[in-house]
């Protein structure tokens, strides 16, 4: 473990605000120069009568995709943190067990399947993958904000318990202020899942930067699924290194 | 057994041993010690070449150590550490027989070897042979450390700092088996340590290292009573160097031999006379009765016998 | 003062199990177990439980009924396998009565008549299932015990299977319609998977070894996987198709070796970059486990250093190193039903076209082998985990009491 630790945090701050700027301007340019890029597409792929993907704009594709995995993300998040926080209460700890259990089993399916599975039971469009999305972001986050709660050192609780907090105050000034960084960890997981997972659910009618590379797939449209393809790349890693950044923050103060 | 001659080693521009002379003796308890970062392991790990000399000569049992492959010179001596090492995955047993498998002993030999070592370091060997490392305590798993580090009957005993670690009720019980071991097996010891109590208790001679050079090596006795410098007075510790002092000796020496009329309390012989003194101190005593081996009333020893 | 009373037992022991049990009424109940349509192109009409016949129902009432009392009696061993196998039996007659019904309703109508599994179906098999595993869990058998009962309680619905019992729901109905499609799919599935994990070991487990020697290049090779882990597995296909193809189109030789825009190649090349991380990453956070004592303890007592790797590091890296293999197989299996949409295809073909084709059941055929195979892999690894955990309970007493 050691032998790969994370290098110092300090420096860690400033790479990962670099790497941001970098991701979000090579994106930002990517973004902006695709629509004027058909000459470029039509010279690499000649024998394609309409090389550009023109159904959606790109950006209108990146703020719905945007849109899936955020919208999706927060309701885990705030499902997930909920359900951990009360299995971590005295009121709740019976139930801790079988949500360890409940997660434990939901992970071993992929995410695909999750995707493809939820059709079923509500059909297709934006619905289906916002359910599958978050249901399976649930998960991580979940996971993720008990062991976050459990590392709390026995001594800063009782530190706590001393100075007169309430039980509602260690949860709020002790308890989630420490885990932070391991909950962040699982909001980043389980968001990079669902950027590709979003991508997917264009086959299940969902709007997201997946309908170039599906409708491109379908037509043997190379173009069109190189398009897409980059942009979510783009995507994946902005977000990644806003994540970064973020979590470079937050562990200052275990700077040591 | 092992013979310096003008040895010295650095890490980079850094010396860390410089133009070390050293003799240590079949048979000889030696204490190697010195602040941290004094070189005192690092003359130790000479020794079994896990590190290596720049220059000089380091001579085992006559032969310079370079002449053997590292894996044979380490096999014939025993290794101690305050880490102690034990594998983890394996049982207290396959601990104890690493050395003996390597030199392909058969499993009889191994299994007796395994239980007298256990017995002489006070394991019950039938509830610890097939327990895992971590079920142990800190001082069982030193224990086991030191057994390993004998298994193979070695001619030479290194030990890096091994009770460094451990509480001080442990370390005293370790102290107390290995001098015994050291009576009854007459194995040559090199001991490191930064903890002068200790190399006073075990040492039969002290090696006073400081940034990599001998700044004293003799009988504790010698270093106590003729400190080579202001360095080595420093180190025993000027506040309660006389009490040092009173520990090497033991009451035998001071008694008043033959003169057996009771007293109020009574003190062994073979005890030294610091803990003579804190028990006339605690029981407001003038003079004990010594005892010999067997109980028997051999002297008797009077706080000017101490004090005078 | 306050009389004293005697202190009552409560009256509810196992609230989650309650919470489960009411979770599974609220499903037998509310929602439709089958659903059943005269045929594949109208949407079917719900079939509540309770209009089953009365021996389905007895038979499903007898282990349900013992579910529910199990949140009542005291916490024991012994109550809790009694509620373990009372969810095993529950699970068996659930499938048993569909499977009946499902037949009663097709010789009633015609060939072409379909009965899909009803969202009570569902709801009562996924409370089942947890009510099965937190018991097992709380029963405080060991692990591998815990994952025998559970793969036991599962035999009644592959013999169910296995016997014919279960051919008239439709899901079954479109496994027989394309048996040799199916088959030929998982086929094409584990080679996927297992042409993935072939170069994934090839590279990732020295690729490791090297990362635990030296940190300063494990930490960038790491950094740089990580980098091609977060890229959507969508987008990697698709950035990897345009090269594949030019370079098919520049080499005609590769191009007939099978090394394409679509198909295997881009399938095992992406999937092989995916694994290697967590490969490289266990293999050498495994080998670097070893604490620094016991290597100096070990080289101090005359042990080579090969004897040091084969007899010290690898035993101890080896937990770390399955489970990372583990994570490989279980993410590989998954990612290759992605492959499907790239033409390499593999059970995620069948999945993806009842998705395009708005048949579900078709969509079932193809999800569910996906997630039974991810968690046999995990339960396998799982077992194999356990049984080589050191230190075994076996000498746990043997530490107190000796020495002094």
New interface residues.
């Given amino acids: 473990m050691s032998a790969l630790a994370q290098p110092h945090p300090a420096s860690r701050t400033g790479a990962a605000m670099r790497r941001l700027v970098v991701a979000l301007t090579l994106f930002g340019a990517l973004l902006v120069a695709m629509p004027f890029s058909r000459s470029l597409f039509a010279w690499l792929f000649p024998r394609l009568e309409r090389p550009l993907y023109e159904q959606h704009g790109f950006v209108a594709l990146v703020l719905a995709h945007l849109g899936l995995v955020a919208a999706s993300g927060l309701c885990a998040v705030i499902v997930g943190m909920g359900a951990a926080i009360f299995v971590t209460r005295p009121a709740g700890r019976e139930f801790r067990s079988l949500i360890e259990t409940l997660t434990a089993i939901a992970q071993t399916f992929p995410p695909v399947a999750v995707l493809a599975l939820s059709v079923p039971m509500i059909g297709f469009g934006f619905g289906p993958a916002f359910l599958a999305l978050a249901l399976y972001s649930v998960l991580p986050i979940c996971e993720n904000t008990i062991s976050g709660i459990e590392g709390v050192p026995p001594s800063a609780m009782q530190a706590g318990e001393g100075l007169g907090m309430t039980p509602h105050e260690r949860l709020f000034r002790v308890e989630l202020p420490l885990a932070a960084p391991i909950i962040l960890a699982g909001v980043r997981t389980s968001f990079s899942i669902n950027i590709g997972t979003a991508a997917v659910a264009s086959t299940v009618g969902a709007v997201s930067l997946g309908a170039p590379i599906i409708i491109g797939l379908n037509g043997n449209n190379t173009a069109y699924v190189l398009q897409g393809a980059l942009l979510i790349t783009g995507l994946a890693l902005v977000v990644d290194a806003a994540f970064e950044a973020i979590q470079a923050r937050l562990q200052r103060w275990n700077a040591g | 057994m092992i013979r310096f001659s003008g040895v010295s080693k650095a890490y980079g521009s850094l010396s860390v041993i410089e133009g070390l002379d050293l003799e240590i003796a079949r048979g000889e308890f030696c204490v190697l010690i010195g602040a941290s970062g004094s070189g005192k392991s690092t003359v130790l790990k000479l020794i079994n070449r896990l590190e290596e000399h720049d220059s000089g000569e380091i001579r085992f049992a006559g032969e310079e150590i370079r002449s053997f492959r590292p894996e044979v010179i380490r096999r014939r001596m025993g290794y101690a550490i305050q880490s102690i090492g034990l594998f983890p995955h394996w049982t207290i047993e396959d601990n104890v027989a690493t050395v003996p498998r390597l030199l392909g002993w058969d499993e009889l030999r191994i299994g007796r070897r395994v239980d007298e070592l256990l017995a002489l370091l006070d394991l019950d060997a039938v509830r610890i042979r097939r327990a895992y490392p971590h079920q142990l305590s800190g001082g069982q798993q030193q224990r086991i450390g030191v057994a390993r580090a004998l298994a193979a009957d070695p001619d030479v005993l290194l030990m890096d700092e091994p009770f460094g670690a451990l509480d001080p009720i442990a370390r005293e019980g370790l102290q107390a088996e290995i001098a015994r071991i050291h009576r009854a097996t007459g194995k040559t010891i090199v001991f490191v340590t930064h903890d002068i109590d200790e190399a006073l208790k075990l040492a039969t001679r002290i090696v006073l290292i400081d940034k990599g050079r001998i700044v004293q090596a003799a009988p504790p006795r010698e270093v106590l009573s003729a400190p080579a410098n202001d360095f080595v007075r420093d180190f025993l510790g000027r506040e309660d160097h006389g009490l040092k002092l009173l520990s090497v000796e033991t009451v035998a020496e001071r008694m008043r031999a033959g003169e057996t009329a009771p007293a109020n309390g009574s003190i062994g012989a073979g005890d030294n006379l610091r803990h003579a003194l804190s028990k006339m101190i605690a029981t407001g005593a003038k003079r004990l009765s010594v005892t010999g081996s067997s109980g028997e009333i051999v002297g008797t020893l009077h706080l000017s016998d101490i004090v005078g | 003062m306050r009389p004293a009373s005697p202190v009552h037992p409560p009256l509810i022991r196992?609230?989650?199990l309650l919470?489960?049990a009411v979770f599974l009424a609220l499903g037998a109940f509310l929602l439709p177990v089958l659903s059943h349509a005269p045929n594949r192109l109208i949407s079917g009409r719900p079939v509540p439980l309770l209009s089953l016949p009365a021996t389905s129902l007895a038979l499903m009432a007898a282990p349900a009924l013992l579910l529910g009392a199990g949140a009542f009696l005291p916490q024991s061993r012994r109550s809790l396998q009694a509620v373990a196998l009372a969810a095993a039996l529950f699970i068996s007659s659930l499938l048993f009565a569909a499977g009946a019904e499902a037949s009663r309703l097709g010789a009633e109508a015609s060939a072409a008549a379909r009965s899909s599994l009803g969202?009570g179906f569902w709801v009562m098999l996924l409370a089942a299932?947890?009510i099965l595993?937190?018991s097992l869990?709380?029963a405080g058998l060991p692990a591998p015990a815990r994952l025998l009962a559970g793969v036991a309680a599962f035999i009644p619905a592959a013999l169910m299977i296995g016997f014919g019992h279960l051919d008239d729901l439709s899901v079954m109905k479109e496994y027989a319609n394309r048996a040799d499609v199916f088959r030929q799919a998982v086929v094409e599935h584990l080679v996927i998977v297992v042409g993935a994990l072939v170069p994934t070991l090839l590279i990732g487990v020295p690729l490791g070894v090297l990362?635990?020697r030296r940190?300063g290049l494990?930490?960038r090779t790491?950094a740089g996987l990580g980098?091609i882990?977060?890229?959507?597995?969508?987008?990697?296909?698709?950035?990897l198709?345009?090269p594949l193809?030019a370079l098919a189109l520049a080499v005609p030789a590769l191009g007939a070796a099978g090394i394409r825009?679509?198909g295997l190649a881009p399938a095992i090349i992406a999937l092989t970059l995916y694994c290697l991380l967590p490969m490289v990453?266990n293999t050498?956070?495994g080998l670097?486990?070893t604490?620094?004592?016991?290597?100096?303890?070990?080289?101090?007592?005359?042990?080579?250093e090969r004897?040091i790797l084969w007899?010290?590091r690898v035993?101890?890296a080896l937990p770390v190193f399955l489970s990372g293999l583990r994570v490989t197989l279980?993410q590989s299996?998954?990612?290759a039903?992605?492959a499907a949409?790239?033409g390499a295809g593999g059970l995620?073909s069948i999945?993806?076209q009842?998705?395009?084709a708005?048949a579900?059941d078709l969509?079932?055929l193809?999800?569910v082998p996906?997630?039974v195979m991810?968690?046999a892999v995990?339960a396998l690894f799982r077992f194999a985990a356990g049984s080589l955990r050191?230190?075994?309970s076996?000498?746990?007493?043997?530490?107190t009491?000796?020495?002094?």
């Avoid at chain 3, 882990?229 to 950035?239: E, V």
């Avoid at chain 3, 009491?401 to 002094?404: K, Q």
């Fill in positions: 196992n609230r989650p919470a489960l969202s299932c947890l595993a937190d869990a709380r990362a635990s940190p494990g930490r790491l980098v882990q977060t890229i959507p597995s969508i987008a990697l296909f698709g950035l198709m345009a193809s825009g679509i990453r050498a956070e670097a486990r604490p620094r004592g016991v290597v100096q303890a070990a080289r101090g007592m005359g042990l080579t004897q007899r010290v035993p101890l279980a299996i998954g990612l039903a992605v949409l790239i995620g999945m993806f009842g998705l395009f708005n579900l969509v079932l193809g999800a996906i997630v991810v968690m995990d050191i230190g075994a076996d000498g746990a007493t043997a530490a009491g000796a020495g002094r």
